[in-house]
């Protein structure tokens, strides 16, 4: 175990012989470090677990309270999967609403000053660029990548494997597989370039486009659209998420440039 002498780590906390813990890091209550954890100088965290080679930069703040004027002081708390890098200046509150939990998953980025609130679930492989903000209880899919300075609204969705361009903002979930722009982010075909390094095929990404011209047409509701999509084109598994995304859906979905009105 390797821990500076400055840092400041609390009785109850659970640290392993392999940690790297910097100068000035404060460590409170309720932390559990998993194996090769390296938290940088000056980071604070409380109230959370981090996984087995998981990387903390200077001046992030892990598990802290929630920006929820309903949370009571009830324990709740943040978990960071396997081997993330969360870079400075990252916040992540933990949840509200006692046993809750804010959740990333595994080999996760938060880039510089990114933001995610109370009770967020983000899968693995999740890409925050500098600045990016989720409100609380947003859910991010698999291998997403949110751009930076984008803002997103407390309980929106943002689907798998899409990309979301710097300097966005929606109140709607954000279809997976999708180029998405602008605010809202409409999307602009499908996410060609990310759908080909996660390995689907062509006939899945052709599919994938033929959905989205029938979505993003602007000549059904989505819902209808969905029924289409699933009557006519072929069912792999990423057409079927893409309509079950759509089917339970509960802030609305961006398809095109007026979804803010419908």
């Known amino acids: 175990m390797t821990i500076d002498k400055s840092a400041v780590i609390a009785k109850s906390a659970i640290i392993p012989d392999s940690a790297i813990i910097g100068p000035n890091v ?29 990387t903390i930069s200077p001046f992030a703040s ?15 708390k943040t978990v960071i999967g396997k081997n993330c890098l969360i870079k400075e200046y990252v916040t992540v509150n933990r949840a509200s609403g006692e046993g809750n939990a804010t959740v990333i998953g595994n080999k996760c980025l938060l880039m510089a ?31 997403a990548f949110i751009g930076g300075m984008s803002v997103f ?44 390094r996660r390995g689907l095929t062509l006939e899945e ?3 994938l486009k033929h959905a989205f011209k029938i979505i993003c047409s602007g000549e059904y509701t989505t819902l209808k659209a969905a029924d289409i999509v699933e009557d006519t084109i072929p069912q792999d598994k990423y057409t079927k998420k893409l309509v079950e995304f759509i089917r339970t859906t509960k802030r609305g979905i961006v398809t095109h440039a007026t979804s803010f009105q419908q």
């Not at 470090?33 to 677990?49: D, F, Q, R, T």
Request: one cysteine or more; a negative charge.
């Open 113 to 143: 000053s990114s933001h995610v609130a109370h009770n967020c679930k983000l899968e693995d492989e999740v890409i925050m660029a500098n600045l990016a903000t989720l409100g609380g209880h947003c859910q991010v899919g698999f291998g």
């Open 205 to 207: 990404r052709t599919n």
């Open 26 to 54: 404060v460590i409170g209550e309720n932390v559990v470090l998993g194996e090769n954890v390296k938290i940088v100088a000056n980071a604070y965290l409380e109230h959370c677990e981090i996984g087995e080679g998981t």
């Open 62 to 76: 892990i598990g802290t309270p929630p920006q929820d004027l309903s949370y009571n002081n009830e324990p709740t």
């Open 153 to 196: 609204h407390q309980f929106v969705r943002i689907g798998e494997m899409c990309i979301v361009s710097g300097f966005s903002a929606s109140r709607m979930d954000i279809l997976p597989y999708c180029k998405g722009d602008g605010r809202p982010p409409v999307p602009h075909g499908i996410n060609v370039i990310g759908l080909k």
